[in-house]
């Protein structure tokens, strides 16, 4: 499984958009790259995941460049709400593995 | 989307007993459960893996006799912290996919488990 690497903590204000960025030099080709939210004291939720290019959902887009080394979160309009921690997994899609391998994840924290 | 679902969502207990942390996957069949550790301002750490009918897999340096884990059915993984110490307080996770090649995964509330 790919190790990444992603900023400790990120500070924003709200209705700022807010990227987060992952670095994933050792992705192999059959890797994903997955986006999970957690708040405190609760169970990790998906945010997006993709392969290539560019992924967008409704609450999020994720930007991934043609090397695919890394990877950035894009979160648009950023209210008090999202202030979380976000983690950023590599690795065979969990219906392949199921085991995710989390890193230290990004703090963001969002002012008024 | 699914839904996993664990019970209870916080415990405290007293120092050497044992304590039963259930998941369940309320709409979905789980073959494979995931068990996780996570302590405050750290990231969470995968304890083991829970298989339907068979032994769990633990991950290097989680205690199997300490932590058991028993998966009786599809839809239900219970973790039991035996023998619960001070050191053992803290949020565990369980999660579960549904099973399609780069589909999510599923994540429980979480339980907080305190020792004293």
């Known amino acids: 499984l790919a190790k990444t690497t992603q900023p400790i903590s990120m500070d924003s204000y709200e209705g700022q958009e807010v990227n987060i960025t992952c670095s994933h030099n050792?992705?192999?080709?059959?890797?994903?790259i997955t986006w999970y939210q957690q708040f405190p004291s609760q169970g990790p939720r998906f945010i997006i995941q993709?392969?290539?290019t560019k992924v967008t959902n409704e609450v999020a887009s994720l930007f991934i460049p043609a090397d695919r080394k890394s990877s950035t979160l894009s979160l648009p309009r950023v209210s008090l709400s999202d202030t979380a921690v976000y983690y950023c997994?590599?690795?065979?899609?969990?219906?392949?593995?199921?085991?995710?391998?989390f890193g230290q994840g990004t703090t963001l924290q969002v002012k008024p | 989307g699914a839904v996993v679902s664990q019970h209870p969502s916080w415990v405290i207990c007293k120092s050497g007993t044992s304590v039963k942390i259930e998941c369940r996957s309320l709409?979905?069949?789980?073959?494979?459960m995931f068990w996780y550790r996570q302590f405050p301002k750290q990231s969470l750490m995968l304890m083991a893996t829970?298989?339907?009918?068979?032994?769990?897999?633990?991950e290097q340096g989680v205690e199997k006799d300490k932590f058991l884990i028993n998966h009786a059915s599809l839809t239900l993984s219970t973790l039991t912290v035996t023998s619960a110490h001070p050191e053992d307080s803290s949020f565990y996770i369980c999660?579960?996919?549904?099973?399609?090649?780069?589909?999510?995964?599923?994540f429980g509330q979480g339980t907080r488990l305190t020792v004293v």
């Open positions: 999660s579960a996919t549904i099973g399609e090649w780069g589909t999510e995964a599923f």
């Open positions: 050792n992705i192999a080709t059959n890797d994903y």
């Open positions: 993709g392969y290539k």
């Open positions: 997994l590599v690795g065979d899609a969990p219906g392949n593995t199921g085991k995710l391998i």
């Open positions: 709409d979905f069949q789980a073959t494979t």
């Open positions: 829970s298989n339907e009918g068979s032994k769990a897999t633990y």
